[in-house]
């Protein structure tokens, strides 16, 4: 059975220093692995993505993450912190070989605090 | 522009008053989905639907019904709701298939309370 679990429910950073918010994930298939971010009051947006090719993804905004599958990890990072990035972030998997359907497995998120 | 789009935004209402929200994409997908977020929980999903007349329970199924009568529109319906339905809910669809990567396309959001 899938699952995603995310190491930090809150991680505080100061501006200018680096970010990294963890993520484990069990899969019985080949994952597809996702971030997504949620600004307060606004709706999920995607961060980046791994669907098995390069193995470091980067996404918008700065971040990118490494698929490690001997850790099973898939940790995002950023070197250097803004304001703008002080947001709920989601670890999500899904099986891309479970062809019944293509449920998200959302981590519980971690919430990134980013103070002056 | 590619999107989904749910209705409504907010809505409160009481115990007992059947309501429906409505979710549309317009990127022709197959697959859509009805998740609720609630805090510490993340997001778990209700329903999904694999294509037209097509669709089965998720995590958290009690107490909602879905339809799948048009690729482009799932509609959540609450027959009737109770205050542990209140939640903020999403709708998101994307493509099925080995050729894709099964990135999921969100609604806005839809924040419900019931009293």
């Known amino acids: 059975a899938q699952s995603v679990t995310q190491l930090d429910s809150h991680v505080s950073v100061s501006e200018g220093t680096p970010v990294l918010l963890r993520c484990n994930y069990s899969s019985s298939y080949s994952p597809s692995l996702f971030w997504y971010v949620q600004h307060p009051n606004k709706g999920l947006q995607l961060l980046l993505k791994?669907?098995?090719?390069?193995?470091l993804v980067k996404g918008i905004n700065g971040f990118e993450a490494e698929f490690k599958k001997s850790e099973t990890s898939f940790h995002l990072t950023k070197p250097s912190a803004h304001m703008s990035d002080a947001a709920e972030y989601f670890c999500?998997?899904?099986?891309?070989?479970?062809?019944?359907?293509?449920?998200?497995?959302f981590g519980k998120g971690t919430t990134l605090s980013v103070s002056s | 522009e590619a999107q989904v789009t749910q209705n409504p935004r907010y809505l409160i209402t009481v115990t007992g008053k059947k309501l429906t929200v409505t979710c549309s994409q317009n990127?022709?997908?197959?697959?859509m989905s009805w998740y609720r977020q609630d805090p510490g929980l993340g997001l778990r999903q209700i329903y999904y639907?694999?294509?037209?007349?097509?669709?089965d329970k998720g995590d958290v199924p009690e107490g909602y019904k879905v339809s799948r009568k048009e690729k482009r529109n799932f509609p959540l319906i609450l027959e009737s709701p109770s205050p542990n339905q209140t939640s903020l809910y999403f709708c998101?669809?994307?493509?099925?298939?080995?050729?894709?990567?099964?990135?999921?396309?969100f609604g806005p959001g839809t924040r419900l309370t019931v009293t």
């Open positions: 999500v998997v899904s099986d891309r070989g479970n062809q019944a359907g293509t449920a998200l497995i």
């Open positions: 998101a669809s994307s493509y099925i298939g080995q050729a894709h990567s099964y990135e999921q396309y």
């Open positions: 990127m022709n997908h197959e697959y």
């Open positions: 639907s694999m294509n037209v007349e097509v669709t």
């Open positions: 791994y669907t098995s090719a390069a193995t």
